[in-house]
């Protein structure tokens, strides 16, 4: 992507991303940087972080990767001090740790009868604690980093927040409902950050990414011998573009609702990047 993108110019500002060694949130980290960013890099894999984190330097940009647990809030607190003198204060802040578990996923999409007793994980079957997880990576995984790092954006001009929604924030997809309904959870705080934060000239959006092939959902688009497994053939079937998304294509709308001058009314939005799988509805 190149650094003129929309011309978002974001020299001698410090962006913090959480959830940085992911491969969608190390694009985003990579893109602050080339934008002039200084940038932060945590997650809880502080040796994925730091891989990434030699690559922008390797560019010439600047960053630093820092082990965090997006679930502590003393950690949370710790690594926002660590930043702020290695780096200056927060300006941007990507809430992107989140992700989903298999404890609290359906094996099948429809329940059948028979399935309670079966050898099948049904919706009766979710385990609680997975369920607990999953709301609590994807909620208090952006509540607390931003308690940590909002508070540096205080009294500035210009700061930002963006969190990391999804598709199935606005439709819930079948087998996963506890990542349907974090997701939705953040698009709601999002909206509640902007409202909250208003007053002090802190704007609050998000992204929310249609499909694009991860590590993180690999399984369940991909089989092992590398074909389509029926989970991508429906999710190709609802995408009018036919196709996953590139991490790339990410950046317009990051470099987009960042850039103060050309979204400086822009607050409280939750911005699909889909391929238009939210306007079809498959008739």
Not at 139 to 145: A, D, K, R, V
Not at 191 to 219: D, M, Y
Request: glycine share 10%; with cysteine; hydrophobic share 45%.
């Amino acid at each position: 992507m190149n650094k003129n993108v929309l011309n978002t110019d974001l020299t001698g500002k410090v962006a913090v991303v959480t959830g940085a060694g992911g491969v969608l949130c190390s694009a985003f980290a990579k893109t602050l940087a080339r934008a002039g960013a200084k940038v932060a890099l945590l997650d809880l894999n502080e040796e994925a972080a730091q891989g990434f984190a030699d690559e922008i330097v390797a560019e010439g940009g600047v960053a630093k990767a820092y082990k965090c647990n997006v679930l502590e809030k003393e950690t949370c607190l710790a690594v926002a001090e660590a930043v702020e003198k290695d780096l200056g204060p927060c300006d941007i802040l990507v809430n992107g740790a989140g992700g989903n578990n298999p404890r609290a996923t359906t094996d099948k999409e429809y329940y059948e009868a028979g399935d309670l007793d079966a050898d099948t994980k049904s919706f009766f079957d979710l385990d609680p604690k997975g369920v607990e997880f999953v709301f609590n990576l994807n909620f208090l995984g952006t509540l607390l980093p931003t308690q940590a790092f909002a508070r540096q954006m205080l009294g500035r001009k210009g700061c930002n927040i963006l969190n990391v929604s999804s598709m199935n924030a606005f439709t819930p997809l079948t087998k996963i409902p506890a990542y349907s309904g974090a997701k939705a959870a953040i698009s709601n705080f999002t909206q509640w950050l902007a409202v909250h934060f208003s007053r002090e000239g802190i704007r609050c959006n998000a992204i929310a990414p249609g499909f694009f092939s991860t590590k993180q959902n690999a399984k369940l688009l991909w089989n092992d011998d590398g074909t389509p497994t029926a989970r991508t053939g429906k999710i190709l079937a609802a995408t009018p573009m036919g196709r996953f998304g590139e991490a790339e294509e990410l950046d317009g709308a990051l470099l987009f609702l960042l850039n103060n001058e050309a979204a400086g009314f822009i607050t409280g939005v939750v911005l699909p990047i889909d391929g238009g799988f939210s306007a079809y509805s498959g008739v």
